[in-house]
């Protein structure tokens, strides 16, 4: 299986909120995980990512949590701004397809000021 | 730094009509790839480059040609456009395979009448 299912679609948090997104996988072969945010008129960029070894990685305010054995990963924005509204992509790189990107479908996150 | 640039930004095409998009990058990166953006339905990989020379063919192939004759270009190529191939296209670079983030372009807003 080759698909990386995203939830929710959309999300709307409140300023100073936790923001969280959630990830599956079925490929046990997947060996990086990125999250990309994107902002409306732009391209994706690279926003936190983990290998599988490790199961929390936090970067300012953006957290991912692995859980390997559920085959699941999320995304935590603490502390939620307006300007941390924008799409968030979360994907998964397949070594057995030349290290291919498999995405999520993209979630929308509105922050309410 | 201008990194990924795609030209053009935007345009609007005849059912039938031809048309190349172009993207440099300035990162001297080996892999380069082109994705198409639909709602709801993440990134999907169309053709990727992992050398000056090389092509191979992503997710999503068919109707797109690509070539990359020098390292820091990577054009995509549709011969006969039709309405299914309206989308947002992306291109990517990274230094090389395997939890290397990729750098994206602003995109091509393509539309095919």
């Known amino acids: 299986q080759q698909q990386v299912k995203q939830s929710p679609q959309s999300l709307i948090v409140q300023k100073g909120g936790i923001s969280i997104i959630n990830c599956a996988y079925e490929?046990?072969?997947?060996?990086?995980f990125p999250w990309y945010q994107q902002f409306p008129g732009k391209g994706p960029a690279l926003l936190i990512a983990?290998?599988?070894d490790v199961s929390e990685k936090k970067e300012g305010r953006f957290t991912i949590s692995f859980n390997k054995s559920a085959k699941q990963f999320s995304l935590h924005i603490m502390d939620s701004q307006p300007g941390d509204s924008a799409t968030y992509f979360c994907?998964?790189?397949?070594?057995?397809?030349?290290?291919?990107?498999?995405w999520g479908a993209g979630t929308k996150l509105i922050i309410k000021p | 730094n201008a990194g990924v640039t795609q030209t053009p930004k935007f345009r609007v095409l005849k059912t039938g009509q031809s048309m190349t998009l172009l993207c440099a990058q300035d990162?001297?990166?080996?892999?380069m790839y082109w994705y198409r953006q639909d709602p709801g339905m993440g990134l999907r990989l169309i053709h990727y480059s992992v050398g000056e020379g090389t092509t191979a063919k992503g997710e999503v192939p068919d109707g797109y040609n690509v070539s990359r004759l020098k390292k820091q270009n990577f054009l995509l190529g549709l011969e006969s456009a039709a309405p299914s191939q309206t989308s947002v296209y992306f291109c990517?670079?990274?230094?090389?395979?395997?939890?290397?983030?990729?750098?994206f372009g602003d995109g091509t807003r393509l539309s095919i009448l």
């Open positions: 983990i290998r599988p």
């Open positions: 990162m001297n990166h080996e892999y």
């Open positions: 994907a998964a790189s397949n070594p057995d397809s030349n290290y291919q990107l498999i």
């Open positions: 490929n046990t072969a997947f060996d990086y």
């Open positions: 990517a670079s990274s230094w090389n395979r395997g939890g290397q983030p990729q750098h």
